[in-house]
C-alpha cells in the first residue's frame, strides 16, 4: 500500500538551476524568471514547451533534456526558470521537478502517520488546478545513502455547510521512517485539484508548531 499510494522523498530533491558565477550588470541571469507550471514533452523525451500557472505559455527556443523526464509526449509539473524571447519563446535555463499529489479517501490507507514537518508556504494556482506546499524536511544520512521519507494527501469527508455550500477536508501524511533529523531540506508540492471543484478546501498538517490548517476558496 505504501508503495501506490505515498511518494518517496529521496525521490523529490530538486535538482539546483546550474549558474555561472556572479557577473556585474546585465549577465545571463540578471532577467532569468522562476514559475511553478506544467511542461510539455515530445516523443523523444525533451521538453519543448511550457505554461504557467498564471496561464502563459512559452514555447523554448531549444528542446531540453533533464534526467527526471522519463516519460515521452505527457506533460509534468515543474518550477521553470527561463529567459523570456521574442514571439512567445523563453530560453530556458533550468528545471526542477515539482511532485503532484491526487488525493485519496482515508480509508485506503490502513497507516496514516503524521509526523511533523516545517511549514513556510501554501497558495492556491490562478488555474486553480493545483494547490502548491513549501515544506521543510528534517532529513539526514543512513549507512551513506539520505534517509527516506514517505508523503501522502487524503480526503477524510467533504462536508454541505448550512449555505449549501461544500468544505472537502484533506490531510497531509508523512512518515519521517526513523530518518535522522540533522538538517533541513525545501521541497515544493503540488495537490492536484478534482474536476469537479468542492467550494472550499480545507488542508492540515501537523508541524514542529503545532497542528495548522490552511482554507482555500475555489469558488
Known amino acids: ?81 527561463y529567459n523570456k524571447v521574442e514571439n512567445g519563446q523563453a530560453e530556458y535555463m533550468g528545471f ?16 496514516q502517520p503524521q509526523d511533523p514537518v516545517d511549514f513556510e508556504s501554501a497558495w492556491l494556482a490562478k488555474s486553480k488546478k493545483y494547490i502548491n506546499l513549501g515544506l521543510l524536511f528534517k532529513s539526514g544520512y543512513v549507512e551513506d545513502t539520505m534517509g527516506r521519507h514517505f508523503i501522502s494527501i487524503v480526503r477524510d469527508t467533504i462536508l454541505v455547510n448550512a449555505n449549501q455550500t461544500t468544505t472537502a477536508y484533506y490531510r497531509f501524511l508523512h512518515s519521517q521512517n526513523e530518518t535522522p533529523e540533522y538538517f533541513s531540506n525545501r521541497h515544493y508540492i503540488s495537490i492536484l485539484l478534482p474536476q469537479e471543484l468542492p467550494d472550499t478546501v480545507c488542508i492540515s498538517m501537523v508541524t514542529y508548531s503545532g497542528t495548522i490548517e490552511r482554507r482555500f476558496a475555489l469558488k
Open 1 to 81: 500500500m505504501k508503495k501506490t499510494l505515498f511518494y518517496s522523498l529521496v525521490l523529490l530533491i530538486f535538482v539546483a538551476c546550474e549558474t555561472d558565477s556572479y557577473e556585474k550588470g546585465q549577465g545571463k541571469y540578471s532577467l532569468m524568471m522562476a514559475d511553478m507550471g506544467e511542461v510539455t514533452v515530445n516523443s523523444d523525451k525533451q521538453i519543448t514547451a511550457f505554461t504557467t500557472d498564471d496561464g502563459d505559455s512559452y514555447m523554448l527556443t531549444s528542446p531540453a533534456t533533464v534526467q527526471w523526464v522519463q516519460t515521452a509526449d505527457t506533460t509534468y509539473r515543474a518550477i521553470i526558470y
Open 96 to 111: 526542477s521537478s515539482v511532485p503532484t499529489m491526487t488525493p485519496v479517501e482515508h480509508w485506503r490507507i490502513k497507516e
